[in-house]
């Protein structure tokens, strides 16, 4: 494979994640003496319709998060979305006083959720349980929260503009639906498509890739892509078939089966997917081979 790029004398590793994660995984593949080329497919981020939704579980006099007894966050962004609508309160939520109430993410994303962030939620830190499962995916999320015993779990999720929505959320509402729960879905933030050509930075002027591996780290990045190259006049196959070495790196299996469920093949999971580290660690252990 090309093991050089023409300016910098490293690998060109592009990514699609969006703004909210691209500093740290940017880190991270530089860290491994390679250039990141940031190229984000869709955008993620909260606006005023999305808050206003959160807010009206959360907003007094009697908010309504009172009446669930769990908190599941599939993605860092619905945990800072979140975060910002609590900031419009001038109390907590969530009573001092009750049965446990359980707050869930996974992997690295639970690092945001401190103790300045449960003291915006109640005021009472006892009655909370914060629950990072050890397989950080969504159906691994539902499987630690348990039993729900028609119990409402509280779910900050994406709005999907522009895109088809990934089957992702759609399932983890599934699951948790089969295990007893009540599943509320909110709309905390928006998951954008960046547009016609946000995959042009992928590829040379006779549309071959320019790269020397991709990294997705989410479904919707993938079909953001595909959606790109499509308003451009090519398609997945004619990338691929114009440079076969270039590596496909998905950052853990839901990523993965997403991405070959558009019919983009990938040649790298992460086994380790509570952060970045771990597709990066997998890439380098192919593309040092």
């Known amino acids: 494979m090309n093991t050089s790029n023409a300016i910098t004398g490293s690998r060109l590793i592009a990514f699609t994640t969006p703004e909210n994660y691209a500093g740290r995984l940017s880190h991270r593949i530089h860290l491994k003496g390679w250039t990141p080329l940031w190229c984000p497919t869709i955008a993620v981020e909260p606006t005023t319709q999305t808050k206003s939704s959160l807010l009206h579980y959360l907003s007094p006099p009697n908010p309504l998060l009172d009446q669930f007894s769990a908190l599941a966050f599939t993605s860092r962004s619905g945990i800072s979305a979140f975060s910002d609508a609590l900031l419009e309160l001038n109390s907590p939520p969530l009573s001092p006083s009750g049965e446990p109430f359980t707050i869930s993410a996974l992997g690295k994303d639970a690092d945001l959720i401190d103790n300045s962030f449960i003291g915006r939620i109640c005021d009472n830190s006892r009655r909370i349980k914060l629950l990072v499962p050890e397989i950080a995916t969504p159906a691994g999320l539902a499987r630690a929260l348990g039993l729900g015993r028609g119990r409402k779990v509280l779910c900050p999720v994406p709005l999907v503009v522009g895109l088809e929505e990934p089957r992702v959320v759609p399932d983890f509402l599934r699951d948790l639906v089969s295990k007893g729960w009540v599943a509320v879905r909110v709309n905390a933030y928006e998951t954008r498509w960046m547009g016609a050509v946000c995959a042009a930075a992928l590829l040379r002027k006779d549309g071959s890739p ?37 590596v496909v790196a998905a950052h853990g299996p839901v990523t993965a089966a997403g991405a070959e469920s558009l019919g983009v093949g990938v040649d790298v999971v992460s086994s380790r997917f509570s952060s970045f580290d771990g597709v990066v660690d997998a890439l380098a252990l192919l593309m040092d081979d």
Do not use: C, H, Q, Y
């Open 210 to 246: 320019a790269v020397d591996a991709i990294v997705f780290t989410s479904t919707g990045e993938v079909e953001g892509m595909l959606k790109s190259l499509r308003v451009m006049g090519l398609d997945w196959e004619t990338v691929r078939r114009e440079n076969p070495a270039m």
